[in-house]
């Protein structure tokens, strides 16, 4: 007997998976906060400390097709929309207290990301002490291009990672420079919550986050992966 429900219940989140005809369904959205050494000099911090979480919901995303321009609105009640580049982590197999040196069999790809942020009503909880889920967790905040599969990804560890701006550099540094790695990242992760087949992980950004605003466009990439490229309509 199948299940009724009050009313039709939200579609599936899902991302394309390149060479695949199957979709990645998403579960959850992790993000890691501060994990490159120059952006948290930059948010004004030491760049030490123990890897920390935020988290948005699956419907944030928005799929940046493969040499398409994907769109987004520029978002409510913010003065202060800032971009960061972000290596995705597609985690294929769940699991908690995973090791670093087993982080890989739960790795199913990776994708490039951008955690977009409301950054002045980020700031203000900050200074608050109260939850960043306003700045951070708001419709359409998590565009995401296609997932490569692990094996086809290459050196993603020591990959390139950018994002211009009308053209113009914004953000460019390497995937060595996390402070925590992705497998550290899962380690702390999942010793925090239970991951499952369909979580995402957006492991931080590097220096140069920065303000855009309505009419540009933002392309980005981590070598390897397919680029994406978003526009702020
Ligand atoms: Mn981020």
């Known amino acids: 007997m199948s299940e009724s429900f009050a009313f039709a219940p939200p579609a599936v989140v899902s991302v394309p998976v390149l060479g695949h005809t199957e979709r990645f369904p998403v579960h959850r959205i992790y993000c890691v906060g501060r994990n490159y050494e120059e952006h948290a000099k930059e948010m004004g911090f030491t760049g030490r400390e123990p890897p920390f979480f935020f988290l948005k919901p699956a419907d944030a995303i928005v799929v940046a097709e493969a040499g398409q321009t994907a769109s987004i609105p520029y978002p409510s009640l913010t003065k202060n929309l800032h971009h960061e580049i972000e290596l995705v982590v597609a985690i294929g197999k769940g699991g908690r207290n995973i090791r670093a040196?087993?982080?890989?069999?739960?790795?199913?790809?990776?994708?490039?990301?951008?955690?977009?942020?409301r950054r002045d009503l980020q700031s203000d909880m900050k200074k608050q002490g109260r939850p960043w889920c306003i700045g951070k967790a708001y419709d359409?905040?998590?565009?995401?291009?296609?997932?490569?599969v692990a094996a086809d990804a290459g050196a993603i560890n020591e990959a390139g990672i950018w994002i211009q701006v009308n053209g113009t550099d914004r953000q460019r540094s390497n995937v060595a420079k996390l402070i925590?790695?992705?497998?550290?990242?899962?380690?702390?992760?999942?010793?925090?919550?239970?991951?499952?087949?369909?979580?995402?992980?957006?492991?931080?950004t590097p220096e140069g986050v920065a303000a855009v605003v309505q009419g540009d466009t933002m392309v980005g990439g981590v070598d390897g992966l397919t680029s994406i490229s978003v526009q702020v309509a």
Do not use: K, R
Not at 140 to 148: C, K, L, M, R, V
Not at 186 to 203: F, H, K, P, R
């Open 180 to 204: 925590w790695n992705v497998a550290e990242t899962i380690e702390v992760l999942s010793a925090a919550w239970e991951l499952q087949a369909g979580d995402l992980i957006y492991t931080g």
């Open 101 to 117: 040196q087993d982080a890989a069999q739960h790795i199913y790809g990776y994708a490039v990301g951008l955690d977009m942020t």
């Open 140 to 148: 359409q905040s998590a565009p995401i291009g296609p997932i490569t």
